[in-house]
């Protein structure tokens, strides 16, 4: 058993073990962090209790329809991560992506019922209505790629979009950093910040693309598509 991990490690080449092992690291933090957030928010709203819920009480219809679809792309999207590469996964990965699809889809007509009843300034629900926009687009594009056999390109689109879905968690830690918040009054600061939390993550991610492309560090293309029902 031992033995047999060892030679399909060393028979990796040491650009595709980097992947591997920079994946994995990178897929437990992301569990550890999304958990720890979806934690926090069951924390808040497990009680029905309208001091727990201050402003989102009279919307709780629209919060918990934002957070069932919420939670499950938060969740489900690590899964297709973790199932990207071995063949053995592909039916597992297609239809976990369609629920992922389906609950972006219920998690942003939540957030537009929030937004449209928002007491927040324009700014803030502007902010919003950006990130949703984003999240909206980049799963577009990632459906496109993946439906035209551009598997390369759907996996950096899907990450893009992912890098949104964790946009709640992104502003929770921007919002942490110490002094953060005395930069300038919370209703500059707040739009800033959701803009921010995933037009940063999305820059740095493109900063990280480049150089692999520069580098010839692409991952391996283990994971081809079956063709789809209907397409030659
Ligand atoms: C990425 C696209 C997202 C958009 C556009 C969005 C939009 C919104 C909006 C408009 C609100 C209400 C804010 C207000 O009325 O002041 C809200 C609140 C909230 N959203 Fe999202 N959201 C997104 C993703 C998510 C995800 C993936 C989760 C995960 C469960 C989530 C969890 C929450 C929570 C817990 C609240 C209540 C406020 C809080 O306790 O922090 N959101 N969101």
Redesign the pocket.
């Known amino acids: 058993m031992q033995l047999s991990g060892m030679s399909s490690i060393q028979s990796l080449g040491p650009s595709r073990l980097f992947w591997r092992v920079g994946s994995a690291i990178v897929l437990l933090a992301l569990g550890i962090i999304g958990i720890d957030?979806?934690l926090t928010?069951y924390g808040?709203?497990h009680q029905l209790d309208p001091a727990a819920y201050a402003?989102?009480w009279a919307?709780r219809g629209w919060?918990w329809t934002?957070?069932a679809g919420?939670?499950l792309?938060?969740i489900l999207g690590l899964i297709q991560f973790l199932t990207q590469w071995p063949r053995a996964y592909s039916r597992l990965h297609r239809w976990t992506g369609r629920v992922y699809m389906t609950s972006m889809l219920i998690?942003?007509v939540g957030?537009t019922g929030?937004?449209a009843?928002?007491p927040?300034p324009f700014a803030?629900?502007a902010a919003?209505?950006a990130?949703?926009l984003a999240?909206l687009t980049t799963a577009l594009i990632g459906v496109i790629a993946i439906r035209g056999r551009r598997v390369p390109s759907h996996r950096r689109w899907m990450v893009r979009n992912y890098l949104?879905?964790?946009?709640?968690i992104t502003f929770?830690a921007l919002i942490k950093v110490p002094g953060m918040m005395e930069l300038a009054p919370p209703p500059v600061m707040i739009p800033i910040l959701l803009w921010l939390s995933?037009l940063l993550p999305l820059l740095i991610c493109e900063g990280g693309y480049r150089i692999v492309d520069r580098a010839g560090l692409r991952p391996s293309n283990s994971f081809k598509p079956k063709p789809l029902r209907g397409s030659a």
Do not use: D
């Open positions: 957030f979806l928010v808040n709203y402003m989102f919307r919060l934002h957070l919420g939670a792309t938060i998690a942003c957030a929030l937004i009843t928002s927040a803030i629900r919003f209505a990130t949703a999240w949104v879905t964790l946009a709640p929770r995933w």
